[in-house]
């Protein structure tokens, strides 16, 4: 039997730059984390499906779903143990429960189901689709942008996440976010 995964506790916030692809979620983690002299957890799936695109012009499956979650929440863990006061996540469990929701027809696996209702997060800051779309090998809905930005906060919302819009230009943004950073502590 696999052995089970787990969050690890900590005293830090887990901050969640959250949203639809080429919205500027890597750009803030790094900035936030680099303003805050914190880490920043990068996203695993993205050198994944990379790597799996370069060697066999593969995009993601199901399959690959379970392998991100838990490279992703390995990666969290591990920056927790340099992180001080925050922790900026590039994504997390929710965005994998959103992206497998909308890129095969409502499925998610149960697993991920019940990671994404049991890990906790401190707040999320919901990237909006103002930034222009950066074409790759991996990003695929440049014209499905509102849709996409409406389900994720609709999932916020279902799950009682607390969230604010990060808007406009990328000082805007972190001004923005230094504001709601120092309610939260």
Same mark, same amino acid.
């Given at each position: 039997?696999?052995?089970?995964?787990?969050?690890?506790?900590?005293?830090?916030?887990?901050?969640?730059?959250?949203?639809?692809? +080429?919205?500027?979620?890597?750009?803030?983690?790094? *900035?936030? *984390?680099?303003?805050?002299?914190?880490? !920043?957890?990068?996203?695993?799936?993205?050198?994944?499906?990379?790597?799996? !695109?370069?060697?066999?012009?593969?995009?993601?499956?199901?399959?690959?779903?379970?392998?991100?979650?838990?490279?992703?929440?390995? /990666?969290?863990?591990?920056?927790?143990?340099?992180?001080?006061d925050y922790l900026f996540c590039d994504t997390n469990i929710l965005v994998t429960r959103v992206w497998s929701e909308t890129h095969f027809e409502g499925f998610c696996d149960?697993?991920?189901?019940? !990671?994404?209702?049991?890990?906790?997060?401190?707040?999320?800051?919901?990237?909006?689709?103002?930034?222009? !779309?950066?074409?790759?090998?991996?990003?695929?809905?440049?014209?499905?942008?509102?849709?996409? /930005? +409406?389900?994720?906060?609709?999932? /916020?919302?279902?799950?009682?996440?607390?969230?604010?819009?990060?808007s406009g230009s990328h000082e805007i943004r972190l001004k923005t976010a230094g504001t709601i950073l120092k309610t939260l502590k």
């Amino acid at each position: 039997m696999e052995k089970e995964i787990t969050q690890l506790p900590t005293d830090c916030l887990r901050i969640v730059l959250y949203g639809p692809e +080429s919205t500027g979620k890597t750009t803030m983690a790094k *900035a936030l *984390a680099a303003q805050y002299n914190t880490h !920043w957890v990068p996203e695993f799936a993205r050198d994944y499906l990379q790597n799996k !695109w370069d060697k066999k012009q593969e995009v993601c499956s199901k399959e690959d779903l379970l392998v991100i979650a838990k490279k992703q929440l390995q /990666l969290e863990n591990n920056a927790l143990e340099k992180a001080k006061d925050y922790l900026f996540c590039d994504t997390n469990i929710l965005v994998t429960r959103v992206w497998s929701e909308t890129h095969f027809e409502g499925f998610c696996d149960p697993h991920i189901k019940k !990671w994404s209702e049991e890990w906790q997060y401190d707040y999320y800051f919901l990237t909006d689709i103002d930034m222009p !779309w950066e074409a790759d090998d991996l990003r695929d809905r440049p014209s499905q942008r509102k849709e996409m /930005l +409406s389900y994720f906060e609709a999932v /916020l919302q279902a799950n009682n996440c607390p969230y604010s819009y990060l808007s406009g230009s990328h000082e805007i943004r972190l001004k923005t976010a230094g504001t709601i950073l120092k309610t939260l502590k």
